[in-house]
């Protein structure tokens, strides 16, 4: 009966620790780098590949397979959450300025074939302003039904036109990182000292990934991230992780000899990207094995 019980063991256990991540290369993005890297953001395919300054000043276009470098823009603030089109053909981002002491935001967009800038909208002042015209502009003939944001640090969902703030774990200091899965099912979010969870769309708690900090969707099955420490200013170490949202995985794919920060991910291309603490971008390319 010990025996039955040991092997019975050993096979859950084989079971929970099947998955496992192999990383079949892990390389700088590109060598043709001026200056220092932040904040990656992957195209539709993986293929290219958005960052910008530690202070989110200026935008570039890295092509990974070439590793060539376009300039987009060099505004305050254009690095921050900036957008591909579907078809890459356009990047979408935020041009911060100030008047009389105030910041206002003006949505703009990059044409990745003609190179040419264009103003999107006038200037506004708040986030929840700029979402909504982003909305109308960028994801016009083709919105989905469904997105998700951060507005005043809780989760609003958009839904055929409906906006409804989200609280999945009840009043938090606040709600940040937040993304919509791929298949449009489930949120992914980051509760102020409460770590990481995946919630349905009616605001249902399904997973809790614990202490996964700037998480994005590898595809519906997987999250990406970073398992940081800190001293209480400044970051002392960090690692890429990436967790199973059913539990059954967690594994780290960056070792001790970086701070590695702020992953991207692509499951198209079976990249990750990330940037370092000295503004260094790399790139690992992954194998999920079931």
Same mark, same amino acid.
């Given at each position: 009966m010990k025996t039955k019980l040991i092997l019975l063991f050993l096979l859950c256990t084989s079971a929970v620790c099947g998955q496992t991540v192999k990383v079949k290369n892990h390389s700088l993005a590109t060598t043709k780098l001026e200056g220092r890297a932040f904040y990656p953001v992957f195209n539709s395919d993986g293929t290219q590949l958005l960052f910008t300054s530690e202070n989110y000043k200026g935008l570039n276009l890295c092509n990974i397979q070439t590793g060539e470098v376009t300039p987009i823009s060099t505004d305050d603030g254009a690095g921050y959450s900036p957008l591909f089109s579907r078809d890459s053909k356009q990047i979408y981002y935020r041009q911060v300025t100030r008047t009389n002491g105030r910041q206002y935001k003006t949505l %703009?967009?990059?044409? *990745?074939?003609?190179q040419k800038t264009a103003k999107l909208s006038e200037p506004v002042r708040t986030v !929840?302003?700029?979402n909504a015209i982003q909305k109308k502009i960028v994801k016009r003939g083709a919105a989905p039904a469904v997105s998700v944001c951060t507005e005043n640090l809780k989760i609003v969902l958009y839904r055929n036109g409906e906006r409804t703030? %989200?609280?999945?774990? /009840? !009043?938090?200091? /606040?709600?940040i990182w937040t993304s919509l899965s791929p298949n449009g099912e489930m949120i992914l979010f980051t509760a102020a000292s409460k770590g990481t969870f995946v919630c349905d769309l009616t605001g249902k708690v399904i997973a809790s990934l614990g202490k996964i900090n700037a998480p994005v969707w590898y595809d519906n099955n997987y999250v990406v991230g970073m398992e940081d420490k800190d001293d209480g200013s400044f &970051?002392? @170490?960090s690692k890429i992780v990436i967790a199973s949202v059913d539990g059954k995985l967690r594994q780290t794919l960056t070792s001790d000899d970086k701070i590695a920060m702020y992953p =991207? *991910? @692509? @499951? =198209?291309? !079976?990249? &990750? =990207?990330?940037?370092?603490? !000295? /503004?260094?971008?790399?790139? &690992?390319?992954i194998e999920i094995n079931h």
């Open positions: %703009m967009s990059f044409d *990745a074939t003609s !929840k302003e700029l703030e %989200m609280e999945p774990l /009840g !009043k938090v200091t /606040g709600y &970051i002392t @170490s =991207a *991910a @692509s @499951s =198209a291309s !079976k990249r &990750i =990207a990330y940037c370092t603490q !000295k /503004g260094e971008l790399y790139i &690992i390319e």
